[in-house]
Each structure stands twice: as C-alpha cells, then as structure tokens.
C-alpha cells in the first residue's frame, strides 16, 4: 500500500530529496556502451522503473562483455536491443523498422554509461550498431553521460566532441571527478544514480513538447555589411543566444527555421538553417518566411548602417597618406518591418543598450510593435558576446519589467519561450 500512495501522489522521496514524478509515464530508450560502469546502469534502470516510467535497453556488443542482455530484460521488462539484425518478440516491428519505432516511442535517449568510441560515433554520423542508429533516427532530446578513463576524456579530440554535440542540442552530464578502475584520478566517471536521474528530469521538463504544430522562426548572429570583397562592417554577435532559442523550441516540438548571420556554430538537431551575410539578405529571408511563422523571435545582430557604395575590388593601400573616405547608409529595420506586417504573430526583439537601458528598451517595444523585448546590458554584463549565460531583463508591450537572475542561455531561450507560448 505505501508504494501504491507514493505511486498515485505528485511526489515521491528519492534518496535524500523529493521529487515530482516527471519520469512516471514516460519512455525512456537506455544506450549502454562498453565499459566497466555498465553495471552501474542495472541500478538505473530499477529507480527509473521505481519511478514509473517504462524502459528499455540498447545495448552495444562491448556493453555486453561487461553485463548480460538477460540482467537488463529482466530489470525492465523488455526485450533488449543488442543486434541490428537480432529477432525480437517485445516488437512487432520488422527487423528494418525496429530502430524507427523504438526511436518515435522513446521520449528521451539516455546513452549511459557513453563511452569515447561512441561519442566519436555520434560525433561524426556513424550508424554501425543498434544504438547509433537509433539515435541518428531519433528526434527527442539525447542525454550523454560520457564515461571513460581519464585521460581519454580529457583528450583534446574528446572534448572536440563533446563540445560538438552540445552545439547540435545533445545534453551532457557533468563527469565528476575520482578513482578510475585503471587507478588513474580525474574526470570521466559516471556519475551516481541519483544526479543522473535528476538530469534526465530537468531536460524532460524543459523538452515537454508543448510547442507542437506551431513554427517558431529565429533570426541568429551578426550581419557582415561589405566594404569590398575582403572587408566588411560587422559586430561581435556569436549567434549563440539565437541557436539556443531555435534549439530549445525544436526539443519543445515546433517546427523551426534558422535565419542565420555568419556564425561558427553548428546547427542544432531538427533544426532548418538558412544563412545569410548582409541585413538586406536577411531581411529577404524572413519576409519569405514570416507568413507561415506563428512567432518570429529576432535574436540577430543586425548592422545599423552599411557602406552606400561597395567597392567591386580590394582598397589598396598603395602608400596613401590619407585614409578613404567611407559614406554609410540605414540598413532595412527587419525588426521594424516585421512589426509593422504582423498579423497575429508573436514578435519578440532583443536590445542591447549601454545607457538609459529601460527607457530605451520601452521605447523599442512602442515604436516596433514587438510583444516583448529581451534586453541585454554591457553595463551589467560585460561577458554578453561569446559567454554561454547571460542576464537578461524581460519587457512586455504593457511596460512590465520583470529581471531574471543570470542563466544558461539554453535556460533563457526557454524562459523566452514560456512567454512566446502563453502570448500564442
């Protein structure tokens, strides 16, 4: 009887702390690759099965040296995926759909314990086991917990990686740090049950799919204004901000174009990417695009002012005691523009202010017909261009100011999103 209360109430006490049951329910695909931690992983599967959701198991042939496949099918119940080719009665699947199905029926896809040779795999699109495929054929949030000997996670072209796959929307838990099975210490352990769980939690939450059937277009990064074909007027915008909001709003089901600036990041999964150089291109992007977009959200940094003329070849210098004169033009104010021809869109806007921030940002929202306005201060913050957090202050077209405490920008994104689906 106790576990059925624990069971039917909206919270549950797990180790020390209590937690809602996010996991009840839910479909959780497990990966598990080769590696001494795989037997941690029994363990998961039977608090996450404690915890109500319903899992099965992906195991990579070396993780099978390590555990057997009938521990993992009795611990949840299912059948476990080991072969490509393999029969399975948990499926009614054919054999050359089983990776497409497991992928749609799976609300997320753990890979733990992720070992160095899979996280490369996934790196570089390589389908040649069960798991690989399956996450190549999945669209829901992918959480790693990379695990490996210390010095192969420290590696430089491990970190390369895993660096990649954050950019391209993968989640990857912290490693902590400890004594390894080879007597080596540092980083590269799996961590405990309990902040494992806890991670897959938190992503869930934020991925719940609730900006399904909308189409959500983002504008990301700078624009280069040409001076000639080598030089141009640009600014110091990442992109990151923009590819965080497209990134988050495809993990919450909706459908997303990427007009993007020149930026060296990577596209986010699931994610449609149109890039674009100058603020006339971008301009064009969206306007062609705006129509079907239920929200348009303008996180790029577009050029004020751009050259009039550009000239057709490089200016020499040629000894030249004087320098040329450079005459510059308005750009087209996309936001504005935008604002203007909205028909029961969402606008969102950024401003980036180093004085009179508020008053400048009220007068932003006003003047472009914006439904809210992000602003960033350098004052503040001077970390804004490149960082992976930002404070930002949010302002409505009624004049509430609300202020939010510094964040990730994926957790931003999703703050701006929160707002974007309640105005829908």
Request: with cysteine; proline share 4%; aromatic share 4%.
């Given at each position: 009887m ?11 006490r ?6 809602e049951l ?15 931690a795989?037997?941690?992983?029994c363990?998961?599967v ?14 990579t042939?070396?993780?099978t ?13 299912h059948?476990?995926?080991t072969d490509l080719?393999m ?8 054999i ?13 896809l753990?890979?733990?314990p992720a070992?160095?040779n899979s ?5 570089h699109?390589l ?11 999945c ?22 990686n895993?660096?990649?796959l ?5 989640f ?5 740090e400890?004594?390894?099975a080879?007597?080596l210490?540092?980083?590269g352990r799996?961590?405990?049950i309990?902040p494992?769980i806890?991670?897959?939690?938190d ?11 909308k189409h959500?277009l ?14 141009f ?14 990134n988050?709003a ?6 997303v ?5 020149p ?8 994610v ?18 705006a129509?079907?977009?239920d ?14 003329k550009q ?10 005691t004087?320098?040329p004169?450079?005459?510059l033009?308005?750009?087209?104010d996309?936001?504005?523009?935008v ?17 009179n921030?508020?008053?400048?940002a009220k ?5 472009k ?32 100011v ?6 990730s920008?994926f957790?931003?994104?999703n703050?701006i ?7 829908l």
């Amino acid at each position: 009887m106790a576990v059925q209360r624990s069971r039917r109430s909206k919270t549950k006490r797990r180790g020390n702390r209590v937690t809602e049951l996010v996991l009840k329910g839910k479909h959780i695909a497990l990966g598990v690759t080769g590696g001494i931690a795989a037997y941690k992983c029994c363990y998961l599967v039977r608090e996450m099965k404690r915890a109500g959701a319903d899992v099965k198991v992906i195991m990579t042939h070396s993780a099978t040296k390590f555990v057997t496949p009938m521990t993992f099918s009795a611990l949840s119940g299912h059948d476990v995926y080991t072969d490509l080719w393999m029969t399975n009665q948990d499926t009614k699947s054919d054999i050359g759909t089983r990776h497409i199905d497991l992928a749609q029926w799976a609300d997320i896809l753990l890979i733990a314990p992720a070992s160095a040779n899979s996280v490369a795999k996934l790196t570089h699109g390589l389908a040649d086991n069960f798991l690989t495929v399956v996450a190549l054929a999945c669209t829901r949030p992918i959480v790693l917990a990379p695990t490996m000997d210390a010095d192969m996670f420290l590696s430089e072209i491990t970190q390369k990686n895993l660096s990649l796959l954050r950019e391209r929307g993968y989640f990857v838990i912290p490693s902590p740090e400890g004594e390894h099975a080879s007597g080596l210490k540092g980083p590269g352990r799996l961590p405990d049950i309990e902040p494992i769980i806890a991670f897959v939690e938190d992503v869930l939450r934020k991925t719940n799919q609730d900006l399904q059937k909308k189409h959500i277009l983002v504008t990301a990064g700078p624009t280069y204004e040409a001076i000639d074909p080598v030089r141009f007027i640009g600014n110091r915008s990442s992109g990151k901000m923009g590819f965080a909001i497209a990134n988050a709003a495809a993990l919450r089901g909706a459908r997303v174009t990427l007009v993007s600036g020149p930026v060296a990041l990577e596209t986010p999964r699931n994610v449609e990417r149109i890039n674009v150089e100058s603020a006339q291109q971008m301009h064009e992007a969206v306007a062609a695009r705006a129509k079907k977009a239920d929200a348009i959200i303008m996180a790029a940094a577009v050029a004020d002012f751009a050259p009039e003329k550009q000239a057709k070849n490089k200016i020499k210098k040629n000894g030249a005691t004087s320098i040329p004169e450079l005459k510059l033009a308005p750009t087209v104010d996309i936001l504005e523009s935008v604002g203007k021809t909205k028909n029961g869109h969402v606008v969102v806007g950024f401003a980036l202010e180093t004085e009179n921030e508020l008053s400048n940002a009220k007068a932003k929202v006003r003047k472009k017909n914006m439904d809210l306005v992000v602003l960033n201060s350098l004052r503040e913050s001077a970390d804004v261009f490149g960082s992976d957090a930002n404070a930002v202050t949010f302002i409505d077209k009624k004049g509430k100011v609300q202020k939010l405490p510094k964040l990730s920008k994926f957790d931003v994104a999703n703050e701006i999103l929160d707002r974007v689906k309640k105005l829908l």
